[in-house]
């Protein structure tokens, strides 16, 4: 029985926020205060207090600066959403302009916070997301159907022209422009064929391009005739831009935009149902896939079922015990470290290109990867373990500051780490 013959998923009905601690700091802000606008200022503070958003990288420590009139807006906005949001899950009530309370529902959700941590407060959020739209069914399922060879893992390839080996300066004119789409498109082509296992022509969708090009006169109709260099980076986001919408689109079928498939998925990310990343070591660009199953049936007791379909198929996530997945994951770490060592040439690599590759080959949440690795981290500080790691807080020589602000930061007892390094223990 397919769920969506009786039922539509509605996937834009979720607002565009991403993380699901916004629900929290709404509904504790709702419990402070009634009026509108103290809710939202009591909210802007738990937001920085947090570090959601834009202010999600900021050091504990550092002064929050004066807010710009577009910051606040951008707050506003959020805030809006997240109200919406609540209100569509019965959370919150309005009863007089501009007053708002706390349902019962809302209340008993605030307390799963406070009590149990922020991970049952994400799966009892999960649960009123699907049991209004049905969302994360939809992408699990169509992700599992659209690449079923390889865990239905997506690929969203992301190839600026320095990664094809084009020099900003030699993209002078219309040809330059055209060569690059041409030769971009013969590495979309490459890619598909590698992580989809099908054979795509891309020929006539990248004359689409072109014409679009043309028609927004960012390239001109002779291939001598000179692009003006102001608009250089809207031409290369166009063309990012145009192969995103068109893998999610046309060759996957998803018929949402990227902007509410990226809600999905980083939802879902937070969760633990998919994982996503840019900077996967291997691939440029963007790839999505899940770690958790839908069937009708009973799971190993590595997953836990978090929700039942009313036509009884289940939401399994990959949650396995330490205690007897130690073995593969500290195989693993090991493995996958040295790998990076080889291709770096570097004793100590970068900890979440590690995370990015373990994370993916034993199909583990990001939350899962941190948890495992400060278990055996512990062991290892007590030398309980066939390995030593090391890890550190620097940064690799290369690497700048700025790499690290679009990623998750791994926190292992207390502490961010960037850098690991593994040594096998010789006991004889």
């Keep these: 029985m397919d769920i969506f013959s009786h039922m539509t998923p509605r996937l834009t009905d979720t607002k565009k926020f991403y993380f699901l601690e916004y629900f929290y700091i709404l509904l504790k802000s709702i419990e402070k205060f009634k009026n509108v606008n103290a809710v939202f200022e009591h909210f802007k503070t738990l937001k920085e207090n947090l570090s959601l958003g834009e202010s999600r990288y900021k050091k504990i420590g ?38 708002f309370t706390l349902t019962t529902k809302g209340t008993k959700l605030l307390n799963t ?124 986001k166009r063309i990012r831009d145009y192969w995103l919408n068109y893998f999610l689109r046309e060759i996957y079928n998803i018929k949402v935009s990227l902007s509410y498939f990226d809600i999905w998925v980083y939802r879902a990310k937070q969760i633990g149902i998919l994982n996503t990343t840019e900077f996967y070591p291997t691939f440029s660009g963007k790839i999505v896939y899940p770690v958790s199953i839908i069937f009708n049936g009973e799971a190993s007791n590595d997953f836990k079922r978090i929700y039942k379909y009313f036509n009884d198929e289940k939401l399994y996530i990959h949650e396995p015990k330490w205690s007897t997945f130690q073995e593969s994951f500290i195989q693993e770490i090991y493995n996958s470290y040295f790998d990076l060592k080889r291709s ?58 700025a790499m690290y602000l679009t990623r998750d930061p791994i926190i292992i007892e207390g502490k961010q780490r960037n850098i690991i390094a593994i040594d096998l223990i010789n006991n004889e």
């Design 62 to 99: 550092i002064a929050a600066e004066e807010l710009t009139n577009k910051q606040l807006g951008r707050y506003k906005y959020t805030f809006k959403e997240v109200l919406e949001e609540c209100a569509i899950y019965g959370l919150i009530e309005s009863t007089v302009t501009n007053q």
């Design 113 to 236: 916070y406070e009590v149990k941590g922020s991970e049952s407060f994400n799966e009892q959020v999960f649960k009123l997301i699907e049991s209004e739209s049905n969302g994360f069914y939809y992408f699990i399922t169509s992700f599992y159907n659209i690449n079923p060879n390889n865990g239905g893992m997506l690929i969203f390839p992301i190839y600026s022209p320095l990664k094809l080996h084009i020099q900003k300066n030699s993209l002078s004119k219309t040809g330059d422009i055209i060569q690059y789409t041409i030769k971009l498109v013969q590495k979309l082509e490459h890619d598909i064929s590698i992580h989809l296992n099908i054979q795509y022509d891309l020929k006539s969708a990248n004359e689409k391009l072109i014409l679009r090009l043309r028609e927004s006169n960012l390239i001109g109709n002779s291939d001598f005739e000179k692009i003006m260099m102001k608009d250089y980076n809207v031409i290369i």
């Design 344 to 401: 770096n040439r570097s004793y100590f690599i970068n900890l979440p290109d590690l995370a990015e590759i373990v994370c993916y080959k034993l199909k583990l949440s990001y939350r899962t990867f941190t948890e495992f690795l400060g278990h055996a981290y512990q062991l290892n500080l007590k030398n309980k373990l066939r390995i030593k790691i090391s890890l550190e807080a620097d940064r690799l020589p290369f690497e700048t500051k």
